[in-house]
Structure formats: C-alpha cells, structure tokens
C-alpha cells in the first residue's frame, strides 16, 4: 500500500502533543522488543529522545520532497553503522514505533493510518539499509585515530592533530563525529579545520561546553598519545569545483574551523580566486588562531583575513596573552580588525553578489548573516552553510 502523507501529518501532530512522554514510551518498547539492543545507545538518552523527534519530524514533513528525504536517510542508515546497527535490528524499532503511535495518536488512529505508518516506516528501513551496506564495501564503520598533538589555546578551548590509523577521506568544509574512551558510545560532530594533507592528518578546534561530556573529556582529559574514534566524514559545505568566482568565508567562535578548512583549499589551488576570511570573536584574546591563520596568509596573497571583533570599546592596549601579542603588524597582509557582529559589519563591504559565501558557527549567527546577505543581493544559492545538517546532530562547531 502506498504512503498516505495526509495520515502520516495528522496521526503525528497527535505525538507531538505529549513528544517527551511518547519518546520514553518508545524507547521503553523497544528495549522490552529486544534487550540486547540498550547496548547500543549512550548511558544517558536525553539527547537520544531529541534525535528520534527531529528524525520523524523530517520523515513525515519530507513525504513531498521524495528526494530530499531518501538523502537524508541515507546519511541517516550510514551513520548509523558506527553504532553497530544491523538489518536485523530494524524490526523492532519498527514494532516500537506502531506501538507508540497507537498510544500517542489514539483519538486519530485506524487501520488506514497504520497501514500508511507502517509503509512509511518500510520504505524509511529499505533506503537505510541499502545506503549503509553501499558504504560498507568500501568504508570502515569508525577509524581509531591517535592524538598526534593536543594544544590547549584557552582555559576552555583546544586544538588537537588526529592521525588515523588508516587514511579516512574527507572534503574541506566537511566535519567528523568523535567518540572517546571515557564516553562510549556517545558520539559528538566537529568540523574539520584543514585540507586534506599528505600525512593524513587532521585538526578540530573543540570548545569544552558546560556539562559536556566528549567536549570537556577532548579539552580536559586528552594527551598525545591517547586514541579516540572518528566517524565517517559528512557535511556538503564543501567548494564548488565549477565555480571560480571570489570567496567570502564567515567563522564565527569555533566555527572558524570549517571556513579556515576551506581557505586552505582555496589558496593552495589552481584557481586565482581571491578569498576574504571574516573571523570573529569577542575579543583579541578570544581570536585562539589567529597566528595560524597569519602564517598562511602570509604564505598566500589571495587570501584576506579579517578579525571581527564584537566587544565595542577597543582595548587601550594589548594585554598579556593577547592574539595579537606575538604578531607584528608587517606581517598580518590583512585588514585590521573590525568592530561589531559578524552580520552586523557586512554591508561595510561592496561586491559580496558576486562571491561564493560560506558561513560557519553558531546557528542564531549563521540565520542572521543569510538574512543580511540575502539583503546585500546575494543568491541563496551561493550561501553555504551546514544548518540543516546542524540540526540533525549537536551543532558541529562546539557539541558537549
């Protein structure tokens, strides 16, 4: 029998009513389907409960856009590997979920409903099955990468070197999920902070947030030396290799990683593009990399980079430990930092039309900065970002 979408929208606007309750509800039929399956989720299942809401929210609002909707369950059965998910295992998440919904969504419940449900949830299974088994004639479910390097840039903040174990491919802009033996089985996004290099190696800029779990065990409790596991990477925030328009790349806080990713790309190309990289942060002292990126703007003429930053008063002299501090002027080929909000300095430039635009970091920031470019008359088909994708997982640019 065919998906009836019309079903599917009205039996869940009936969940979503009581979504806390249903989901414990769910998860409590599940491990009670199959036992064994509790070992595959973290200790803690909040953020789980979070994860299953989203999912079926795309799954029942995405019934239009076909499309759209087998990617994103692709992404979702791949990802799903590094969980140790099997076909085997689809069954009862299935009886799970019909069951919940009959409890949930009684007052709209009927035989037609659970048989567009139950349809649904076929077709949702199929599309995740084949993509994961697709990705494992040729990918490992995880890589085990050593610390390599581990540099603590701030009290909260550090920058460590992965090295995997085997080569694991990956695009610039894109991000890997990290688990760590003291949190098994809970697995965090970052984005990846360089190219793709020679050694394989690659760098995250990790920002421990309070209460978080992998954040504060990667900043905190974290040497060289030690392993750590890696997802497979993921993200379409990547370059355009049709395009050779100029860039303009956007990193606010941590979320300079993927952007400065990008720029190393893009300088270290082909193309004669130039690129312009906005970073912003609070203040001097919070601008944690600014001597890498001084290095390789140094290294590349094309590229611009442009601190911003939103403390309004400029500090009558540069403290101990600021980002400046070790950097002389005569070799920063960039302009000098500006002041504000990374949405709010914008319009202070001309041309941005005709850019390819890439904007990373906090998801207030990023929406604010799409509505000013869209002002500015900039394409939406030219702004880059991985919002969507960011909200399908904790946010890559700084998750706990």
């Known amino acids: 029998m065919p998906t009836d979408p ?9 969940l979503e009513r009581h979504s806390g309750e249903a989901a414990e509800y769910f998860y409590g039929r599940l491990f009670a389907e199959d036992p064994r399956l509790r070992a595959l989720f973290p200790p803690a299942m909040g953020a789980q409960r979070g994860r299953l809401l989203h999912a079926l929210t795309r799954i029942v609002w995405s019934q239009d856009s076909p499309a759209d909707l087998d990617a994103y369950l692709a992404r979702l059965g791949r990802d799903h590997r590094k969980y140790g998910v099997r076909p085997e295992h689809y069954p009862a998440v299935g009886t799970a979920l019909l069951a919940t919904l009959r409890a949930f969504a009684a007052g709209s ?7 567009a449900w139950a349809a649904a949830y076929r077709r949702a299974a199929d ?18 990468a050593e610390v390599a390097a581990h540099e603590r840039r701030a009290g909260d903040l550090a920058v460590l070197t992965l090295r995997p174990g085997r ?5 610039a802009g894109q991000y890997v999920t990290v688990q760590t033996a003291r949190w098994p089985r809970v697995w965090r996004p970052y984005s990846i902070a360089n190219a793709p290099r020679r050694d394989g190696t690659l760098r995250l800029h990790v920002r421990a947030v309070p209460a978080g779990w992998v954040s504060g065990a990667l900043v905190r409790h974290t040497r060289p030396g030690d392993t750590v ?4 990477a993921q993200g379409a925030m990547t370059l355009d290799p049709e395009s050779e328009r100029d ?41 944690y990399d600014l001597h890498d990126l001084t290095m390789l703007a ?3 003429p094309a590229l611009t980079v442009v601190p911003v930053l939103s403390e309004t008063q400029p500090p009558r002299s540069r403290p101990a430990g600021s980002a400046f501090a070790d950097v002389s002027p005569e070799d920063v080929p960039s302009a000098e930092a500006m002041r504000g909000d990374l949405p709010d300095v914008l319009d202070r430039f001309d041309g941005w039309d005709e850019h390819d635009v890439y904007v990373a970091g906090p998801t207030e920031m990023i929406r604010r900065t799409v509505t000013v470019l869209q002002a500015l008359g900039v394409p939406l088909t030219r702004v880059h970002h991985d919002l969507l994708k960011a909200e399908d997982v904790p946010a890559p640019d700084g998750g706990s």
Do not use: N, Y
Request: glycine share 6%; charged share 25%; proline share 8%.
């Open 6 to 14: 019309r079903k599917l929208k009205e039996t869940f606007s009936r």
């Open 109 to 115: 419940w009927s035989p037609e409903a659970e048989a």
């Open 127 to 144: 599309v995740m099955i084949e993509a994961a088994e697709r990705d494992a004639a040729a990918l490992p479910p995880w890589w085990v």
């Open 167 to 171: 080569p694991l491919p990956f695009s």
């Open 229 to 232: 596991l890696l997802g497979p």
């Open 247 to 287: 860039l303009l790349l956007i990193g606010g806080g941590t979320g300079l990683a993927p952007v400065k990713a990008l720029a190393e790309q893009a300088v270290r190309s082909e193309t004669r593009r130039e690129v312009r990289l906005l970073v912003g942060a609070r203040t001097e002292a919070d601008l």
């Open 298 to 300: 140094a290294a590349h």
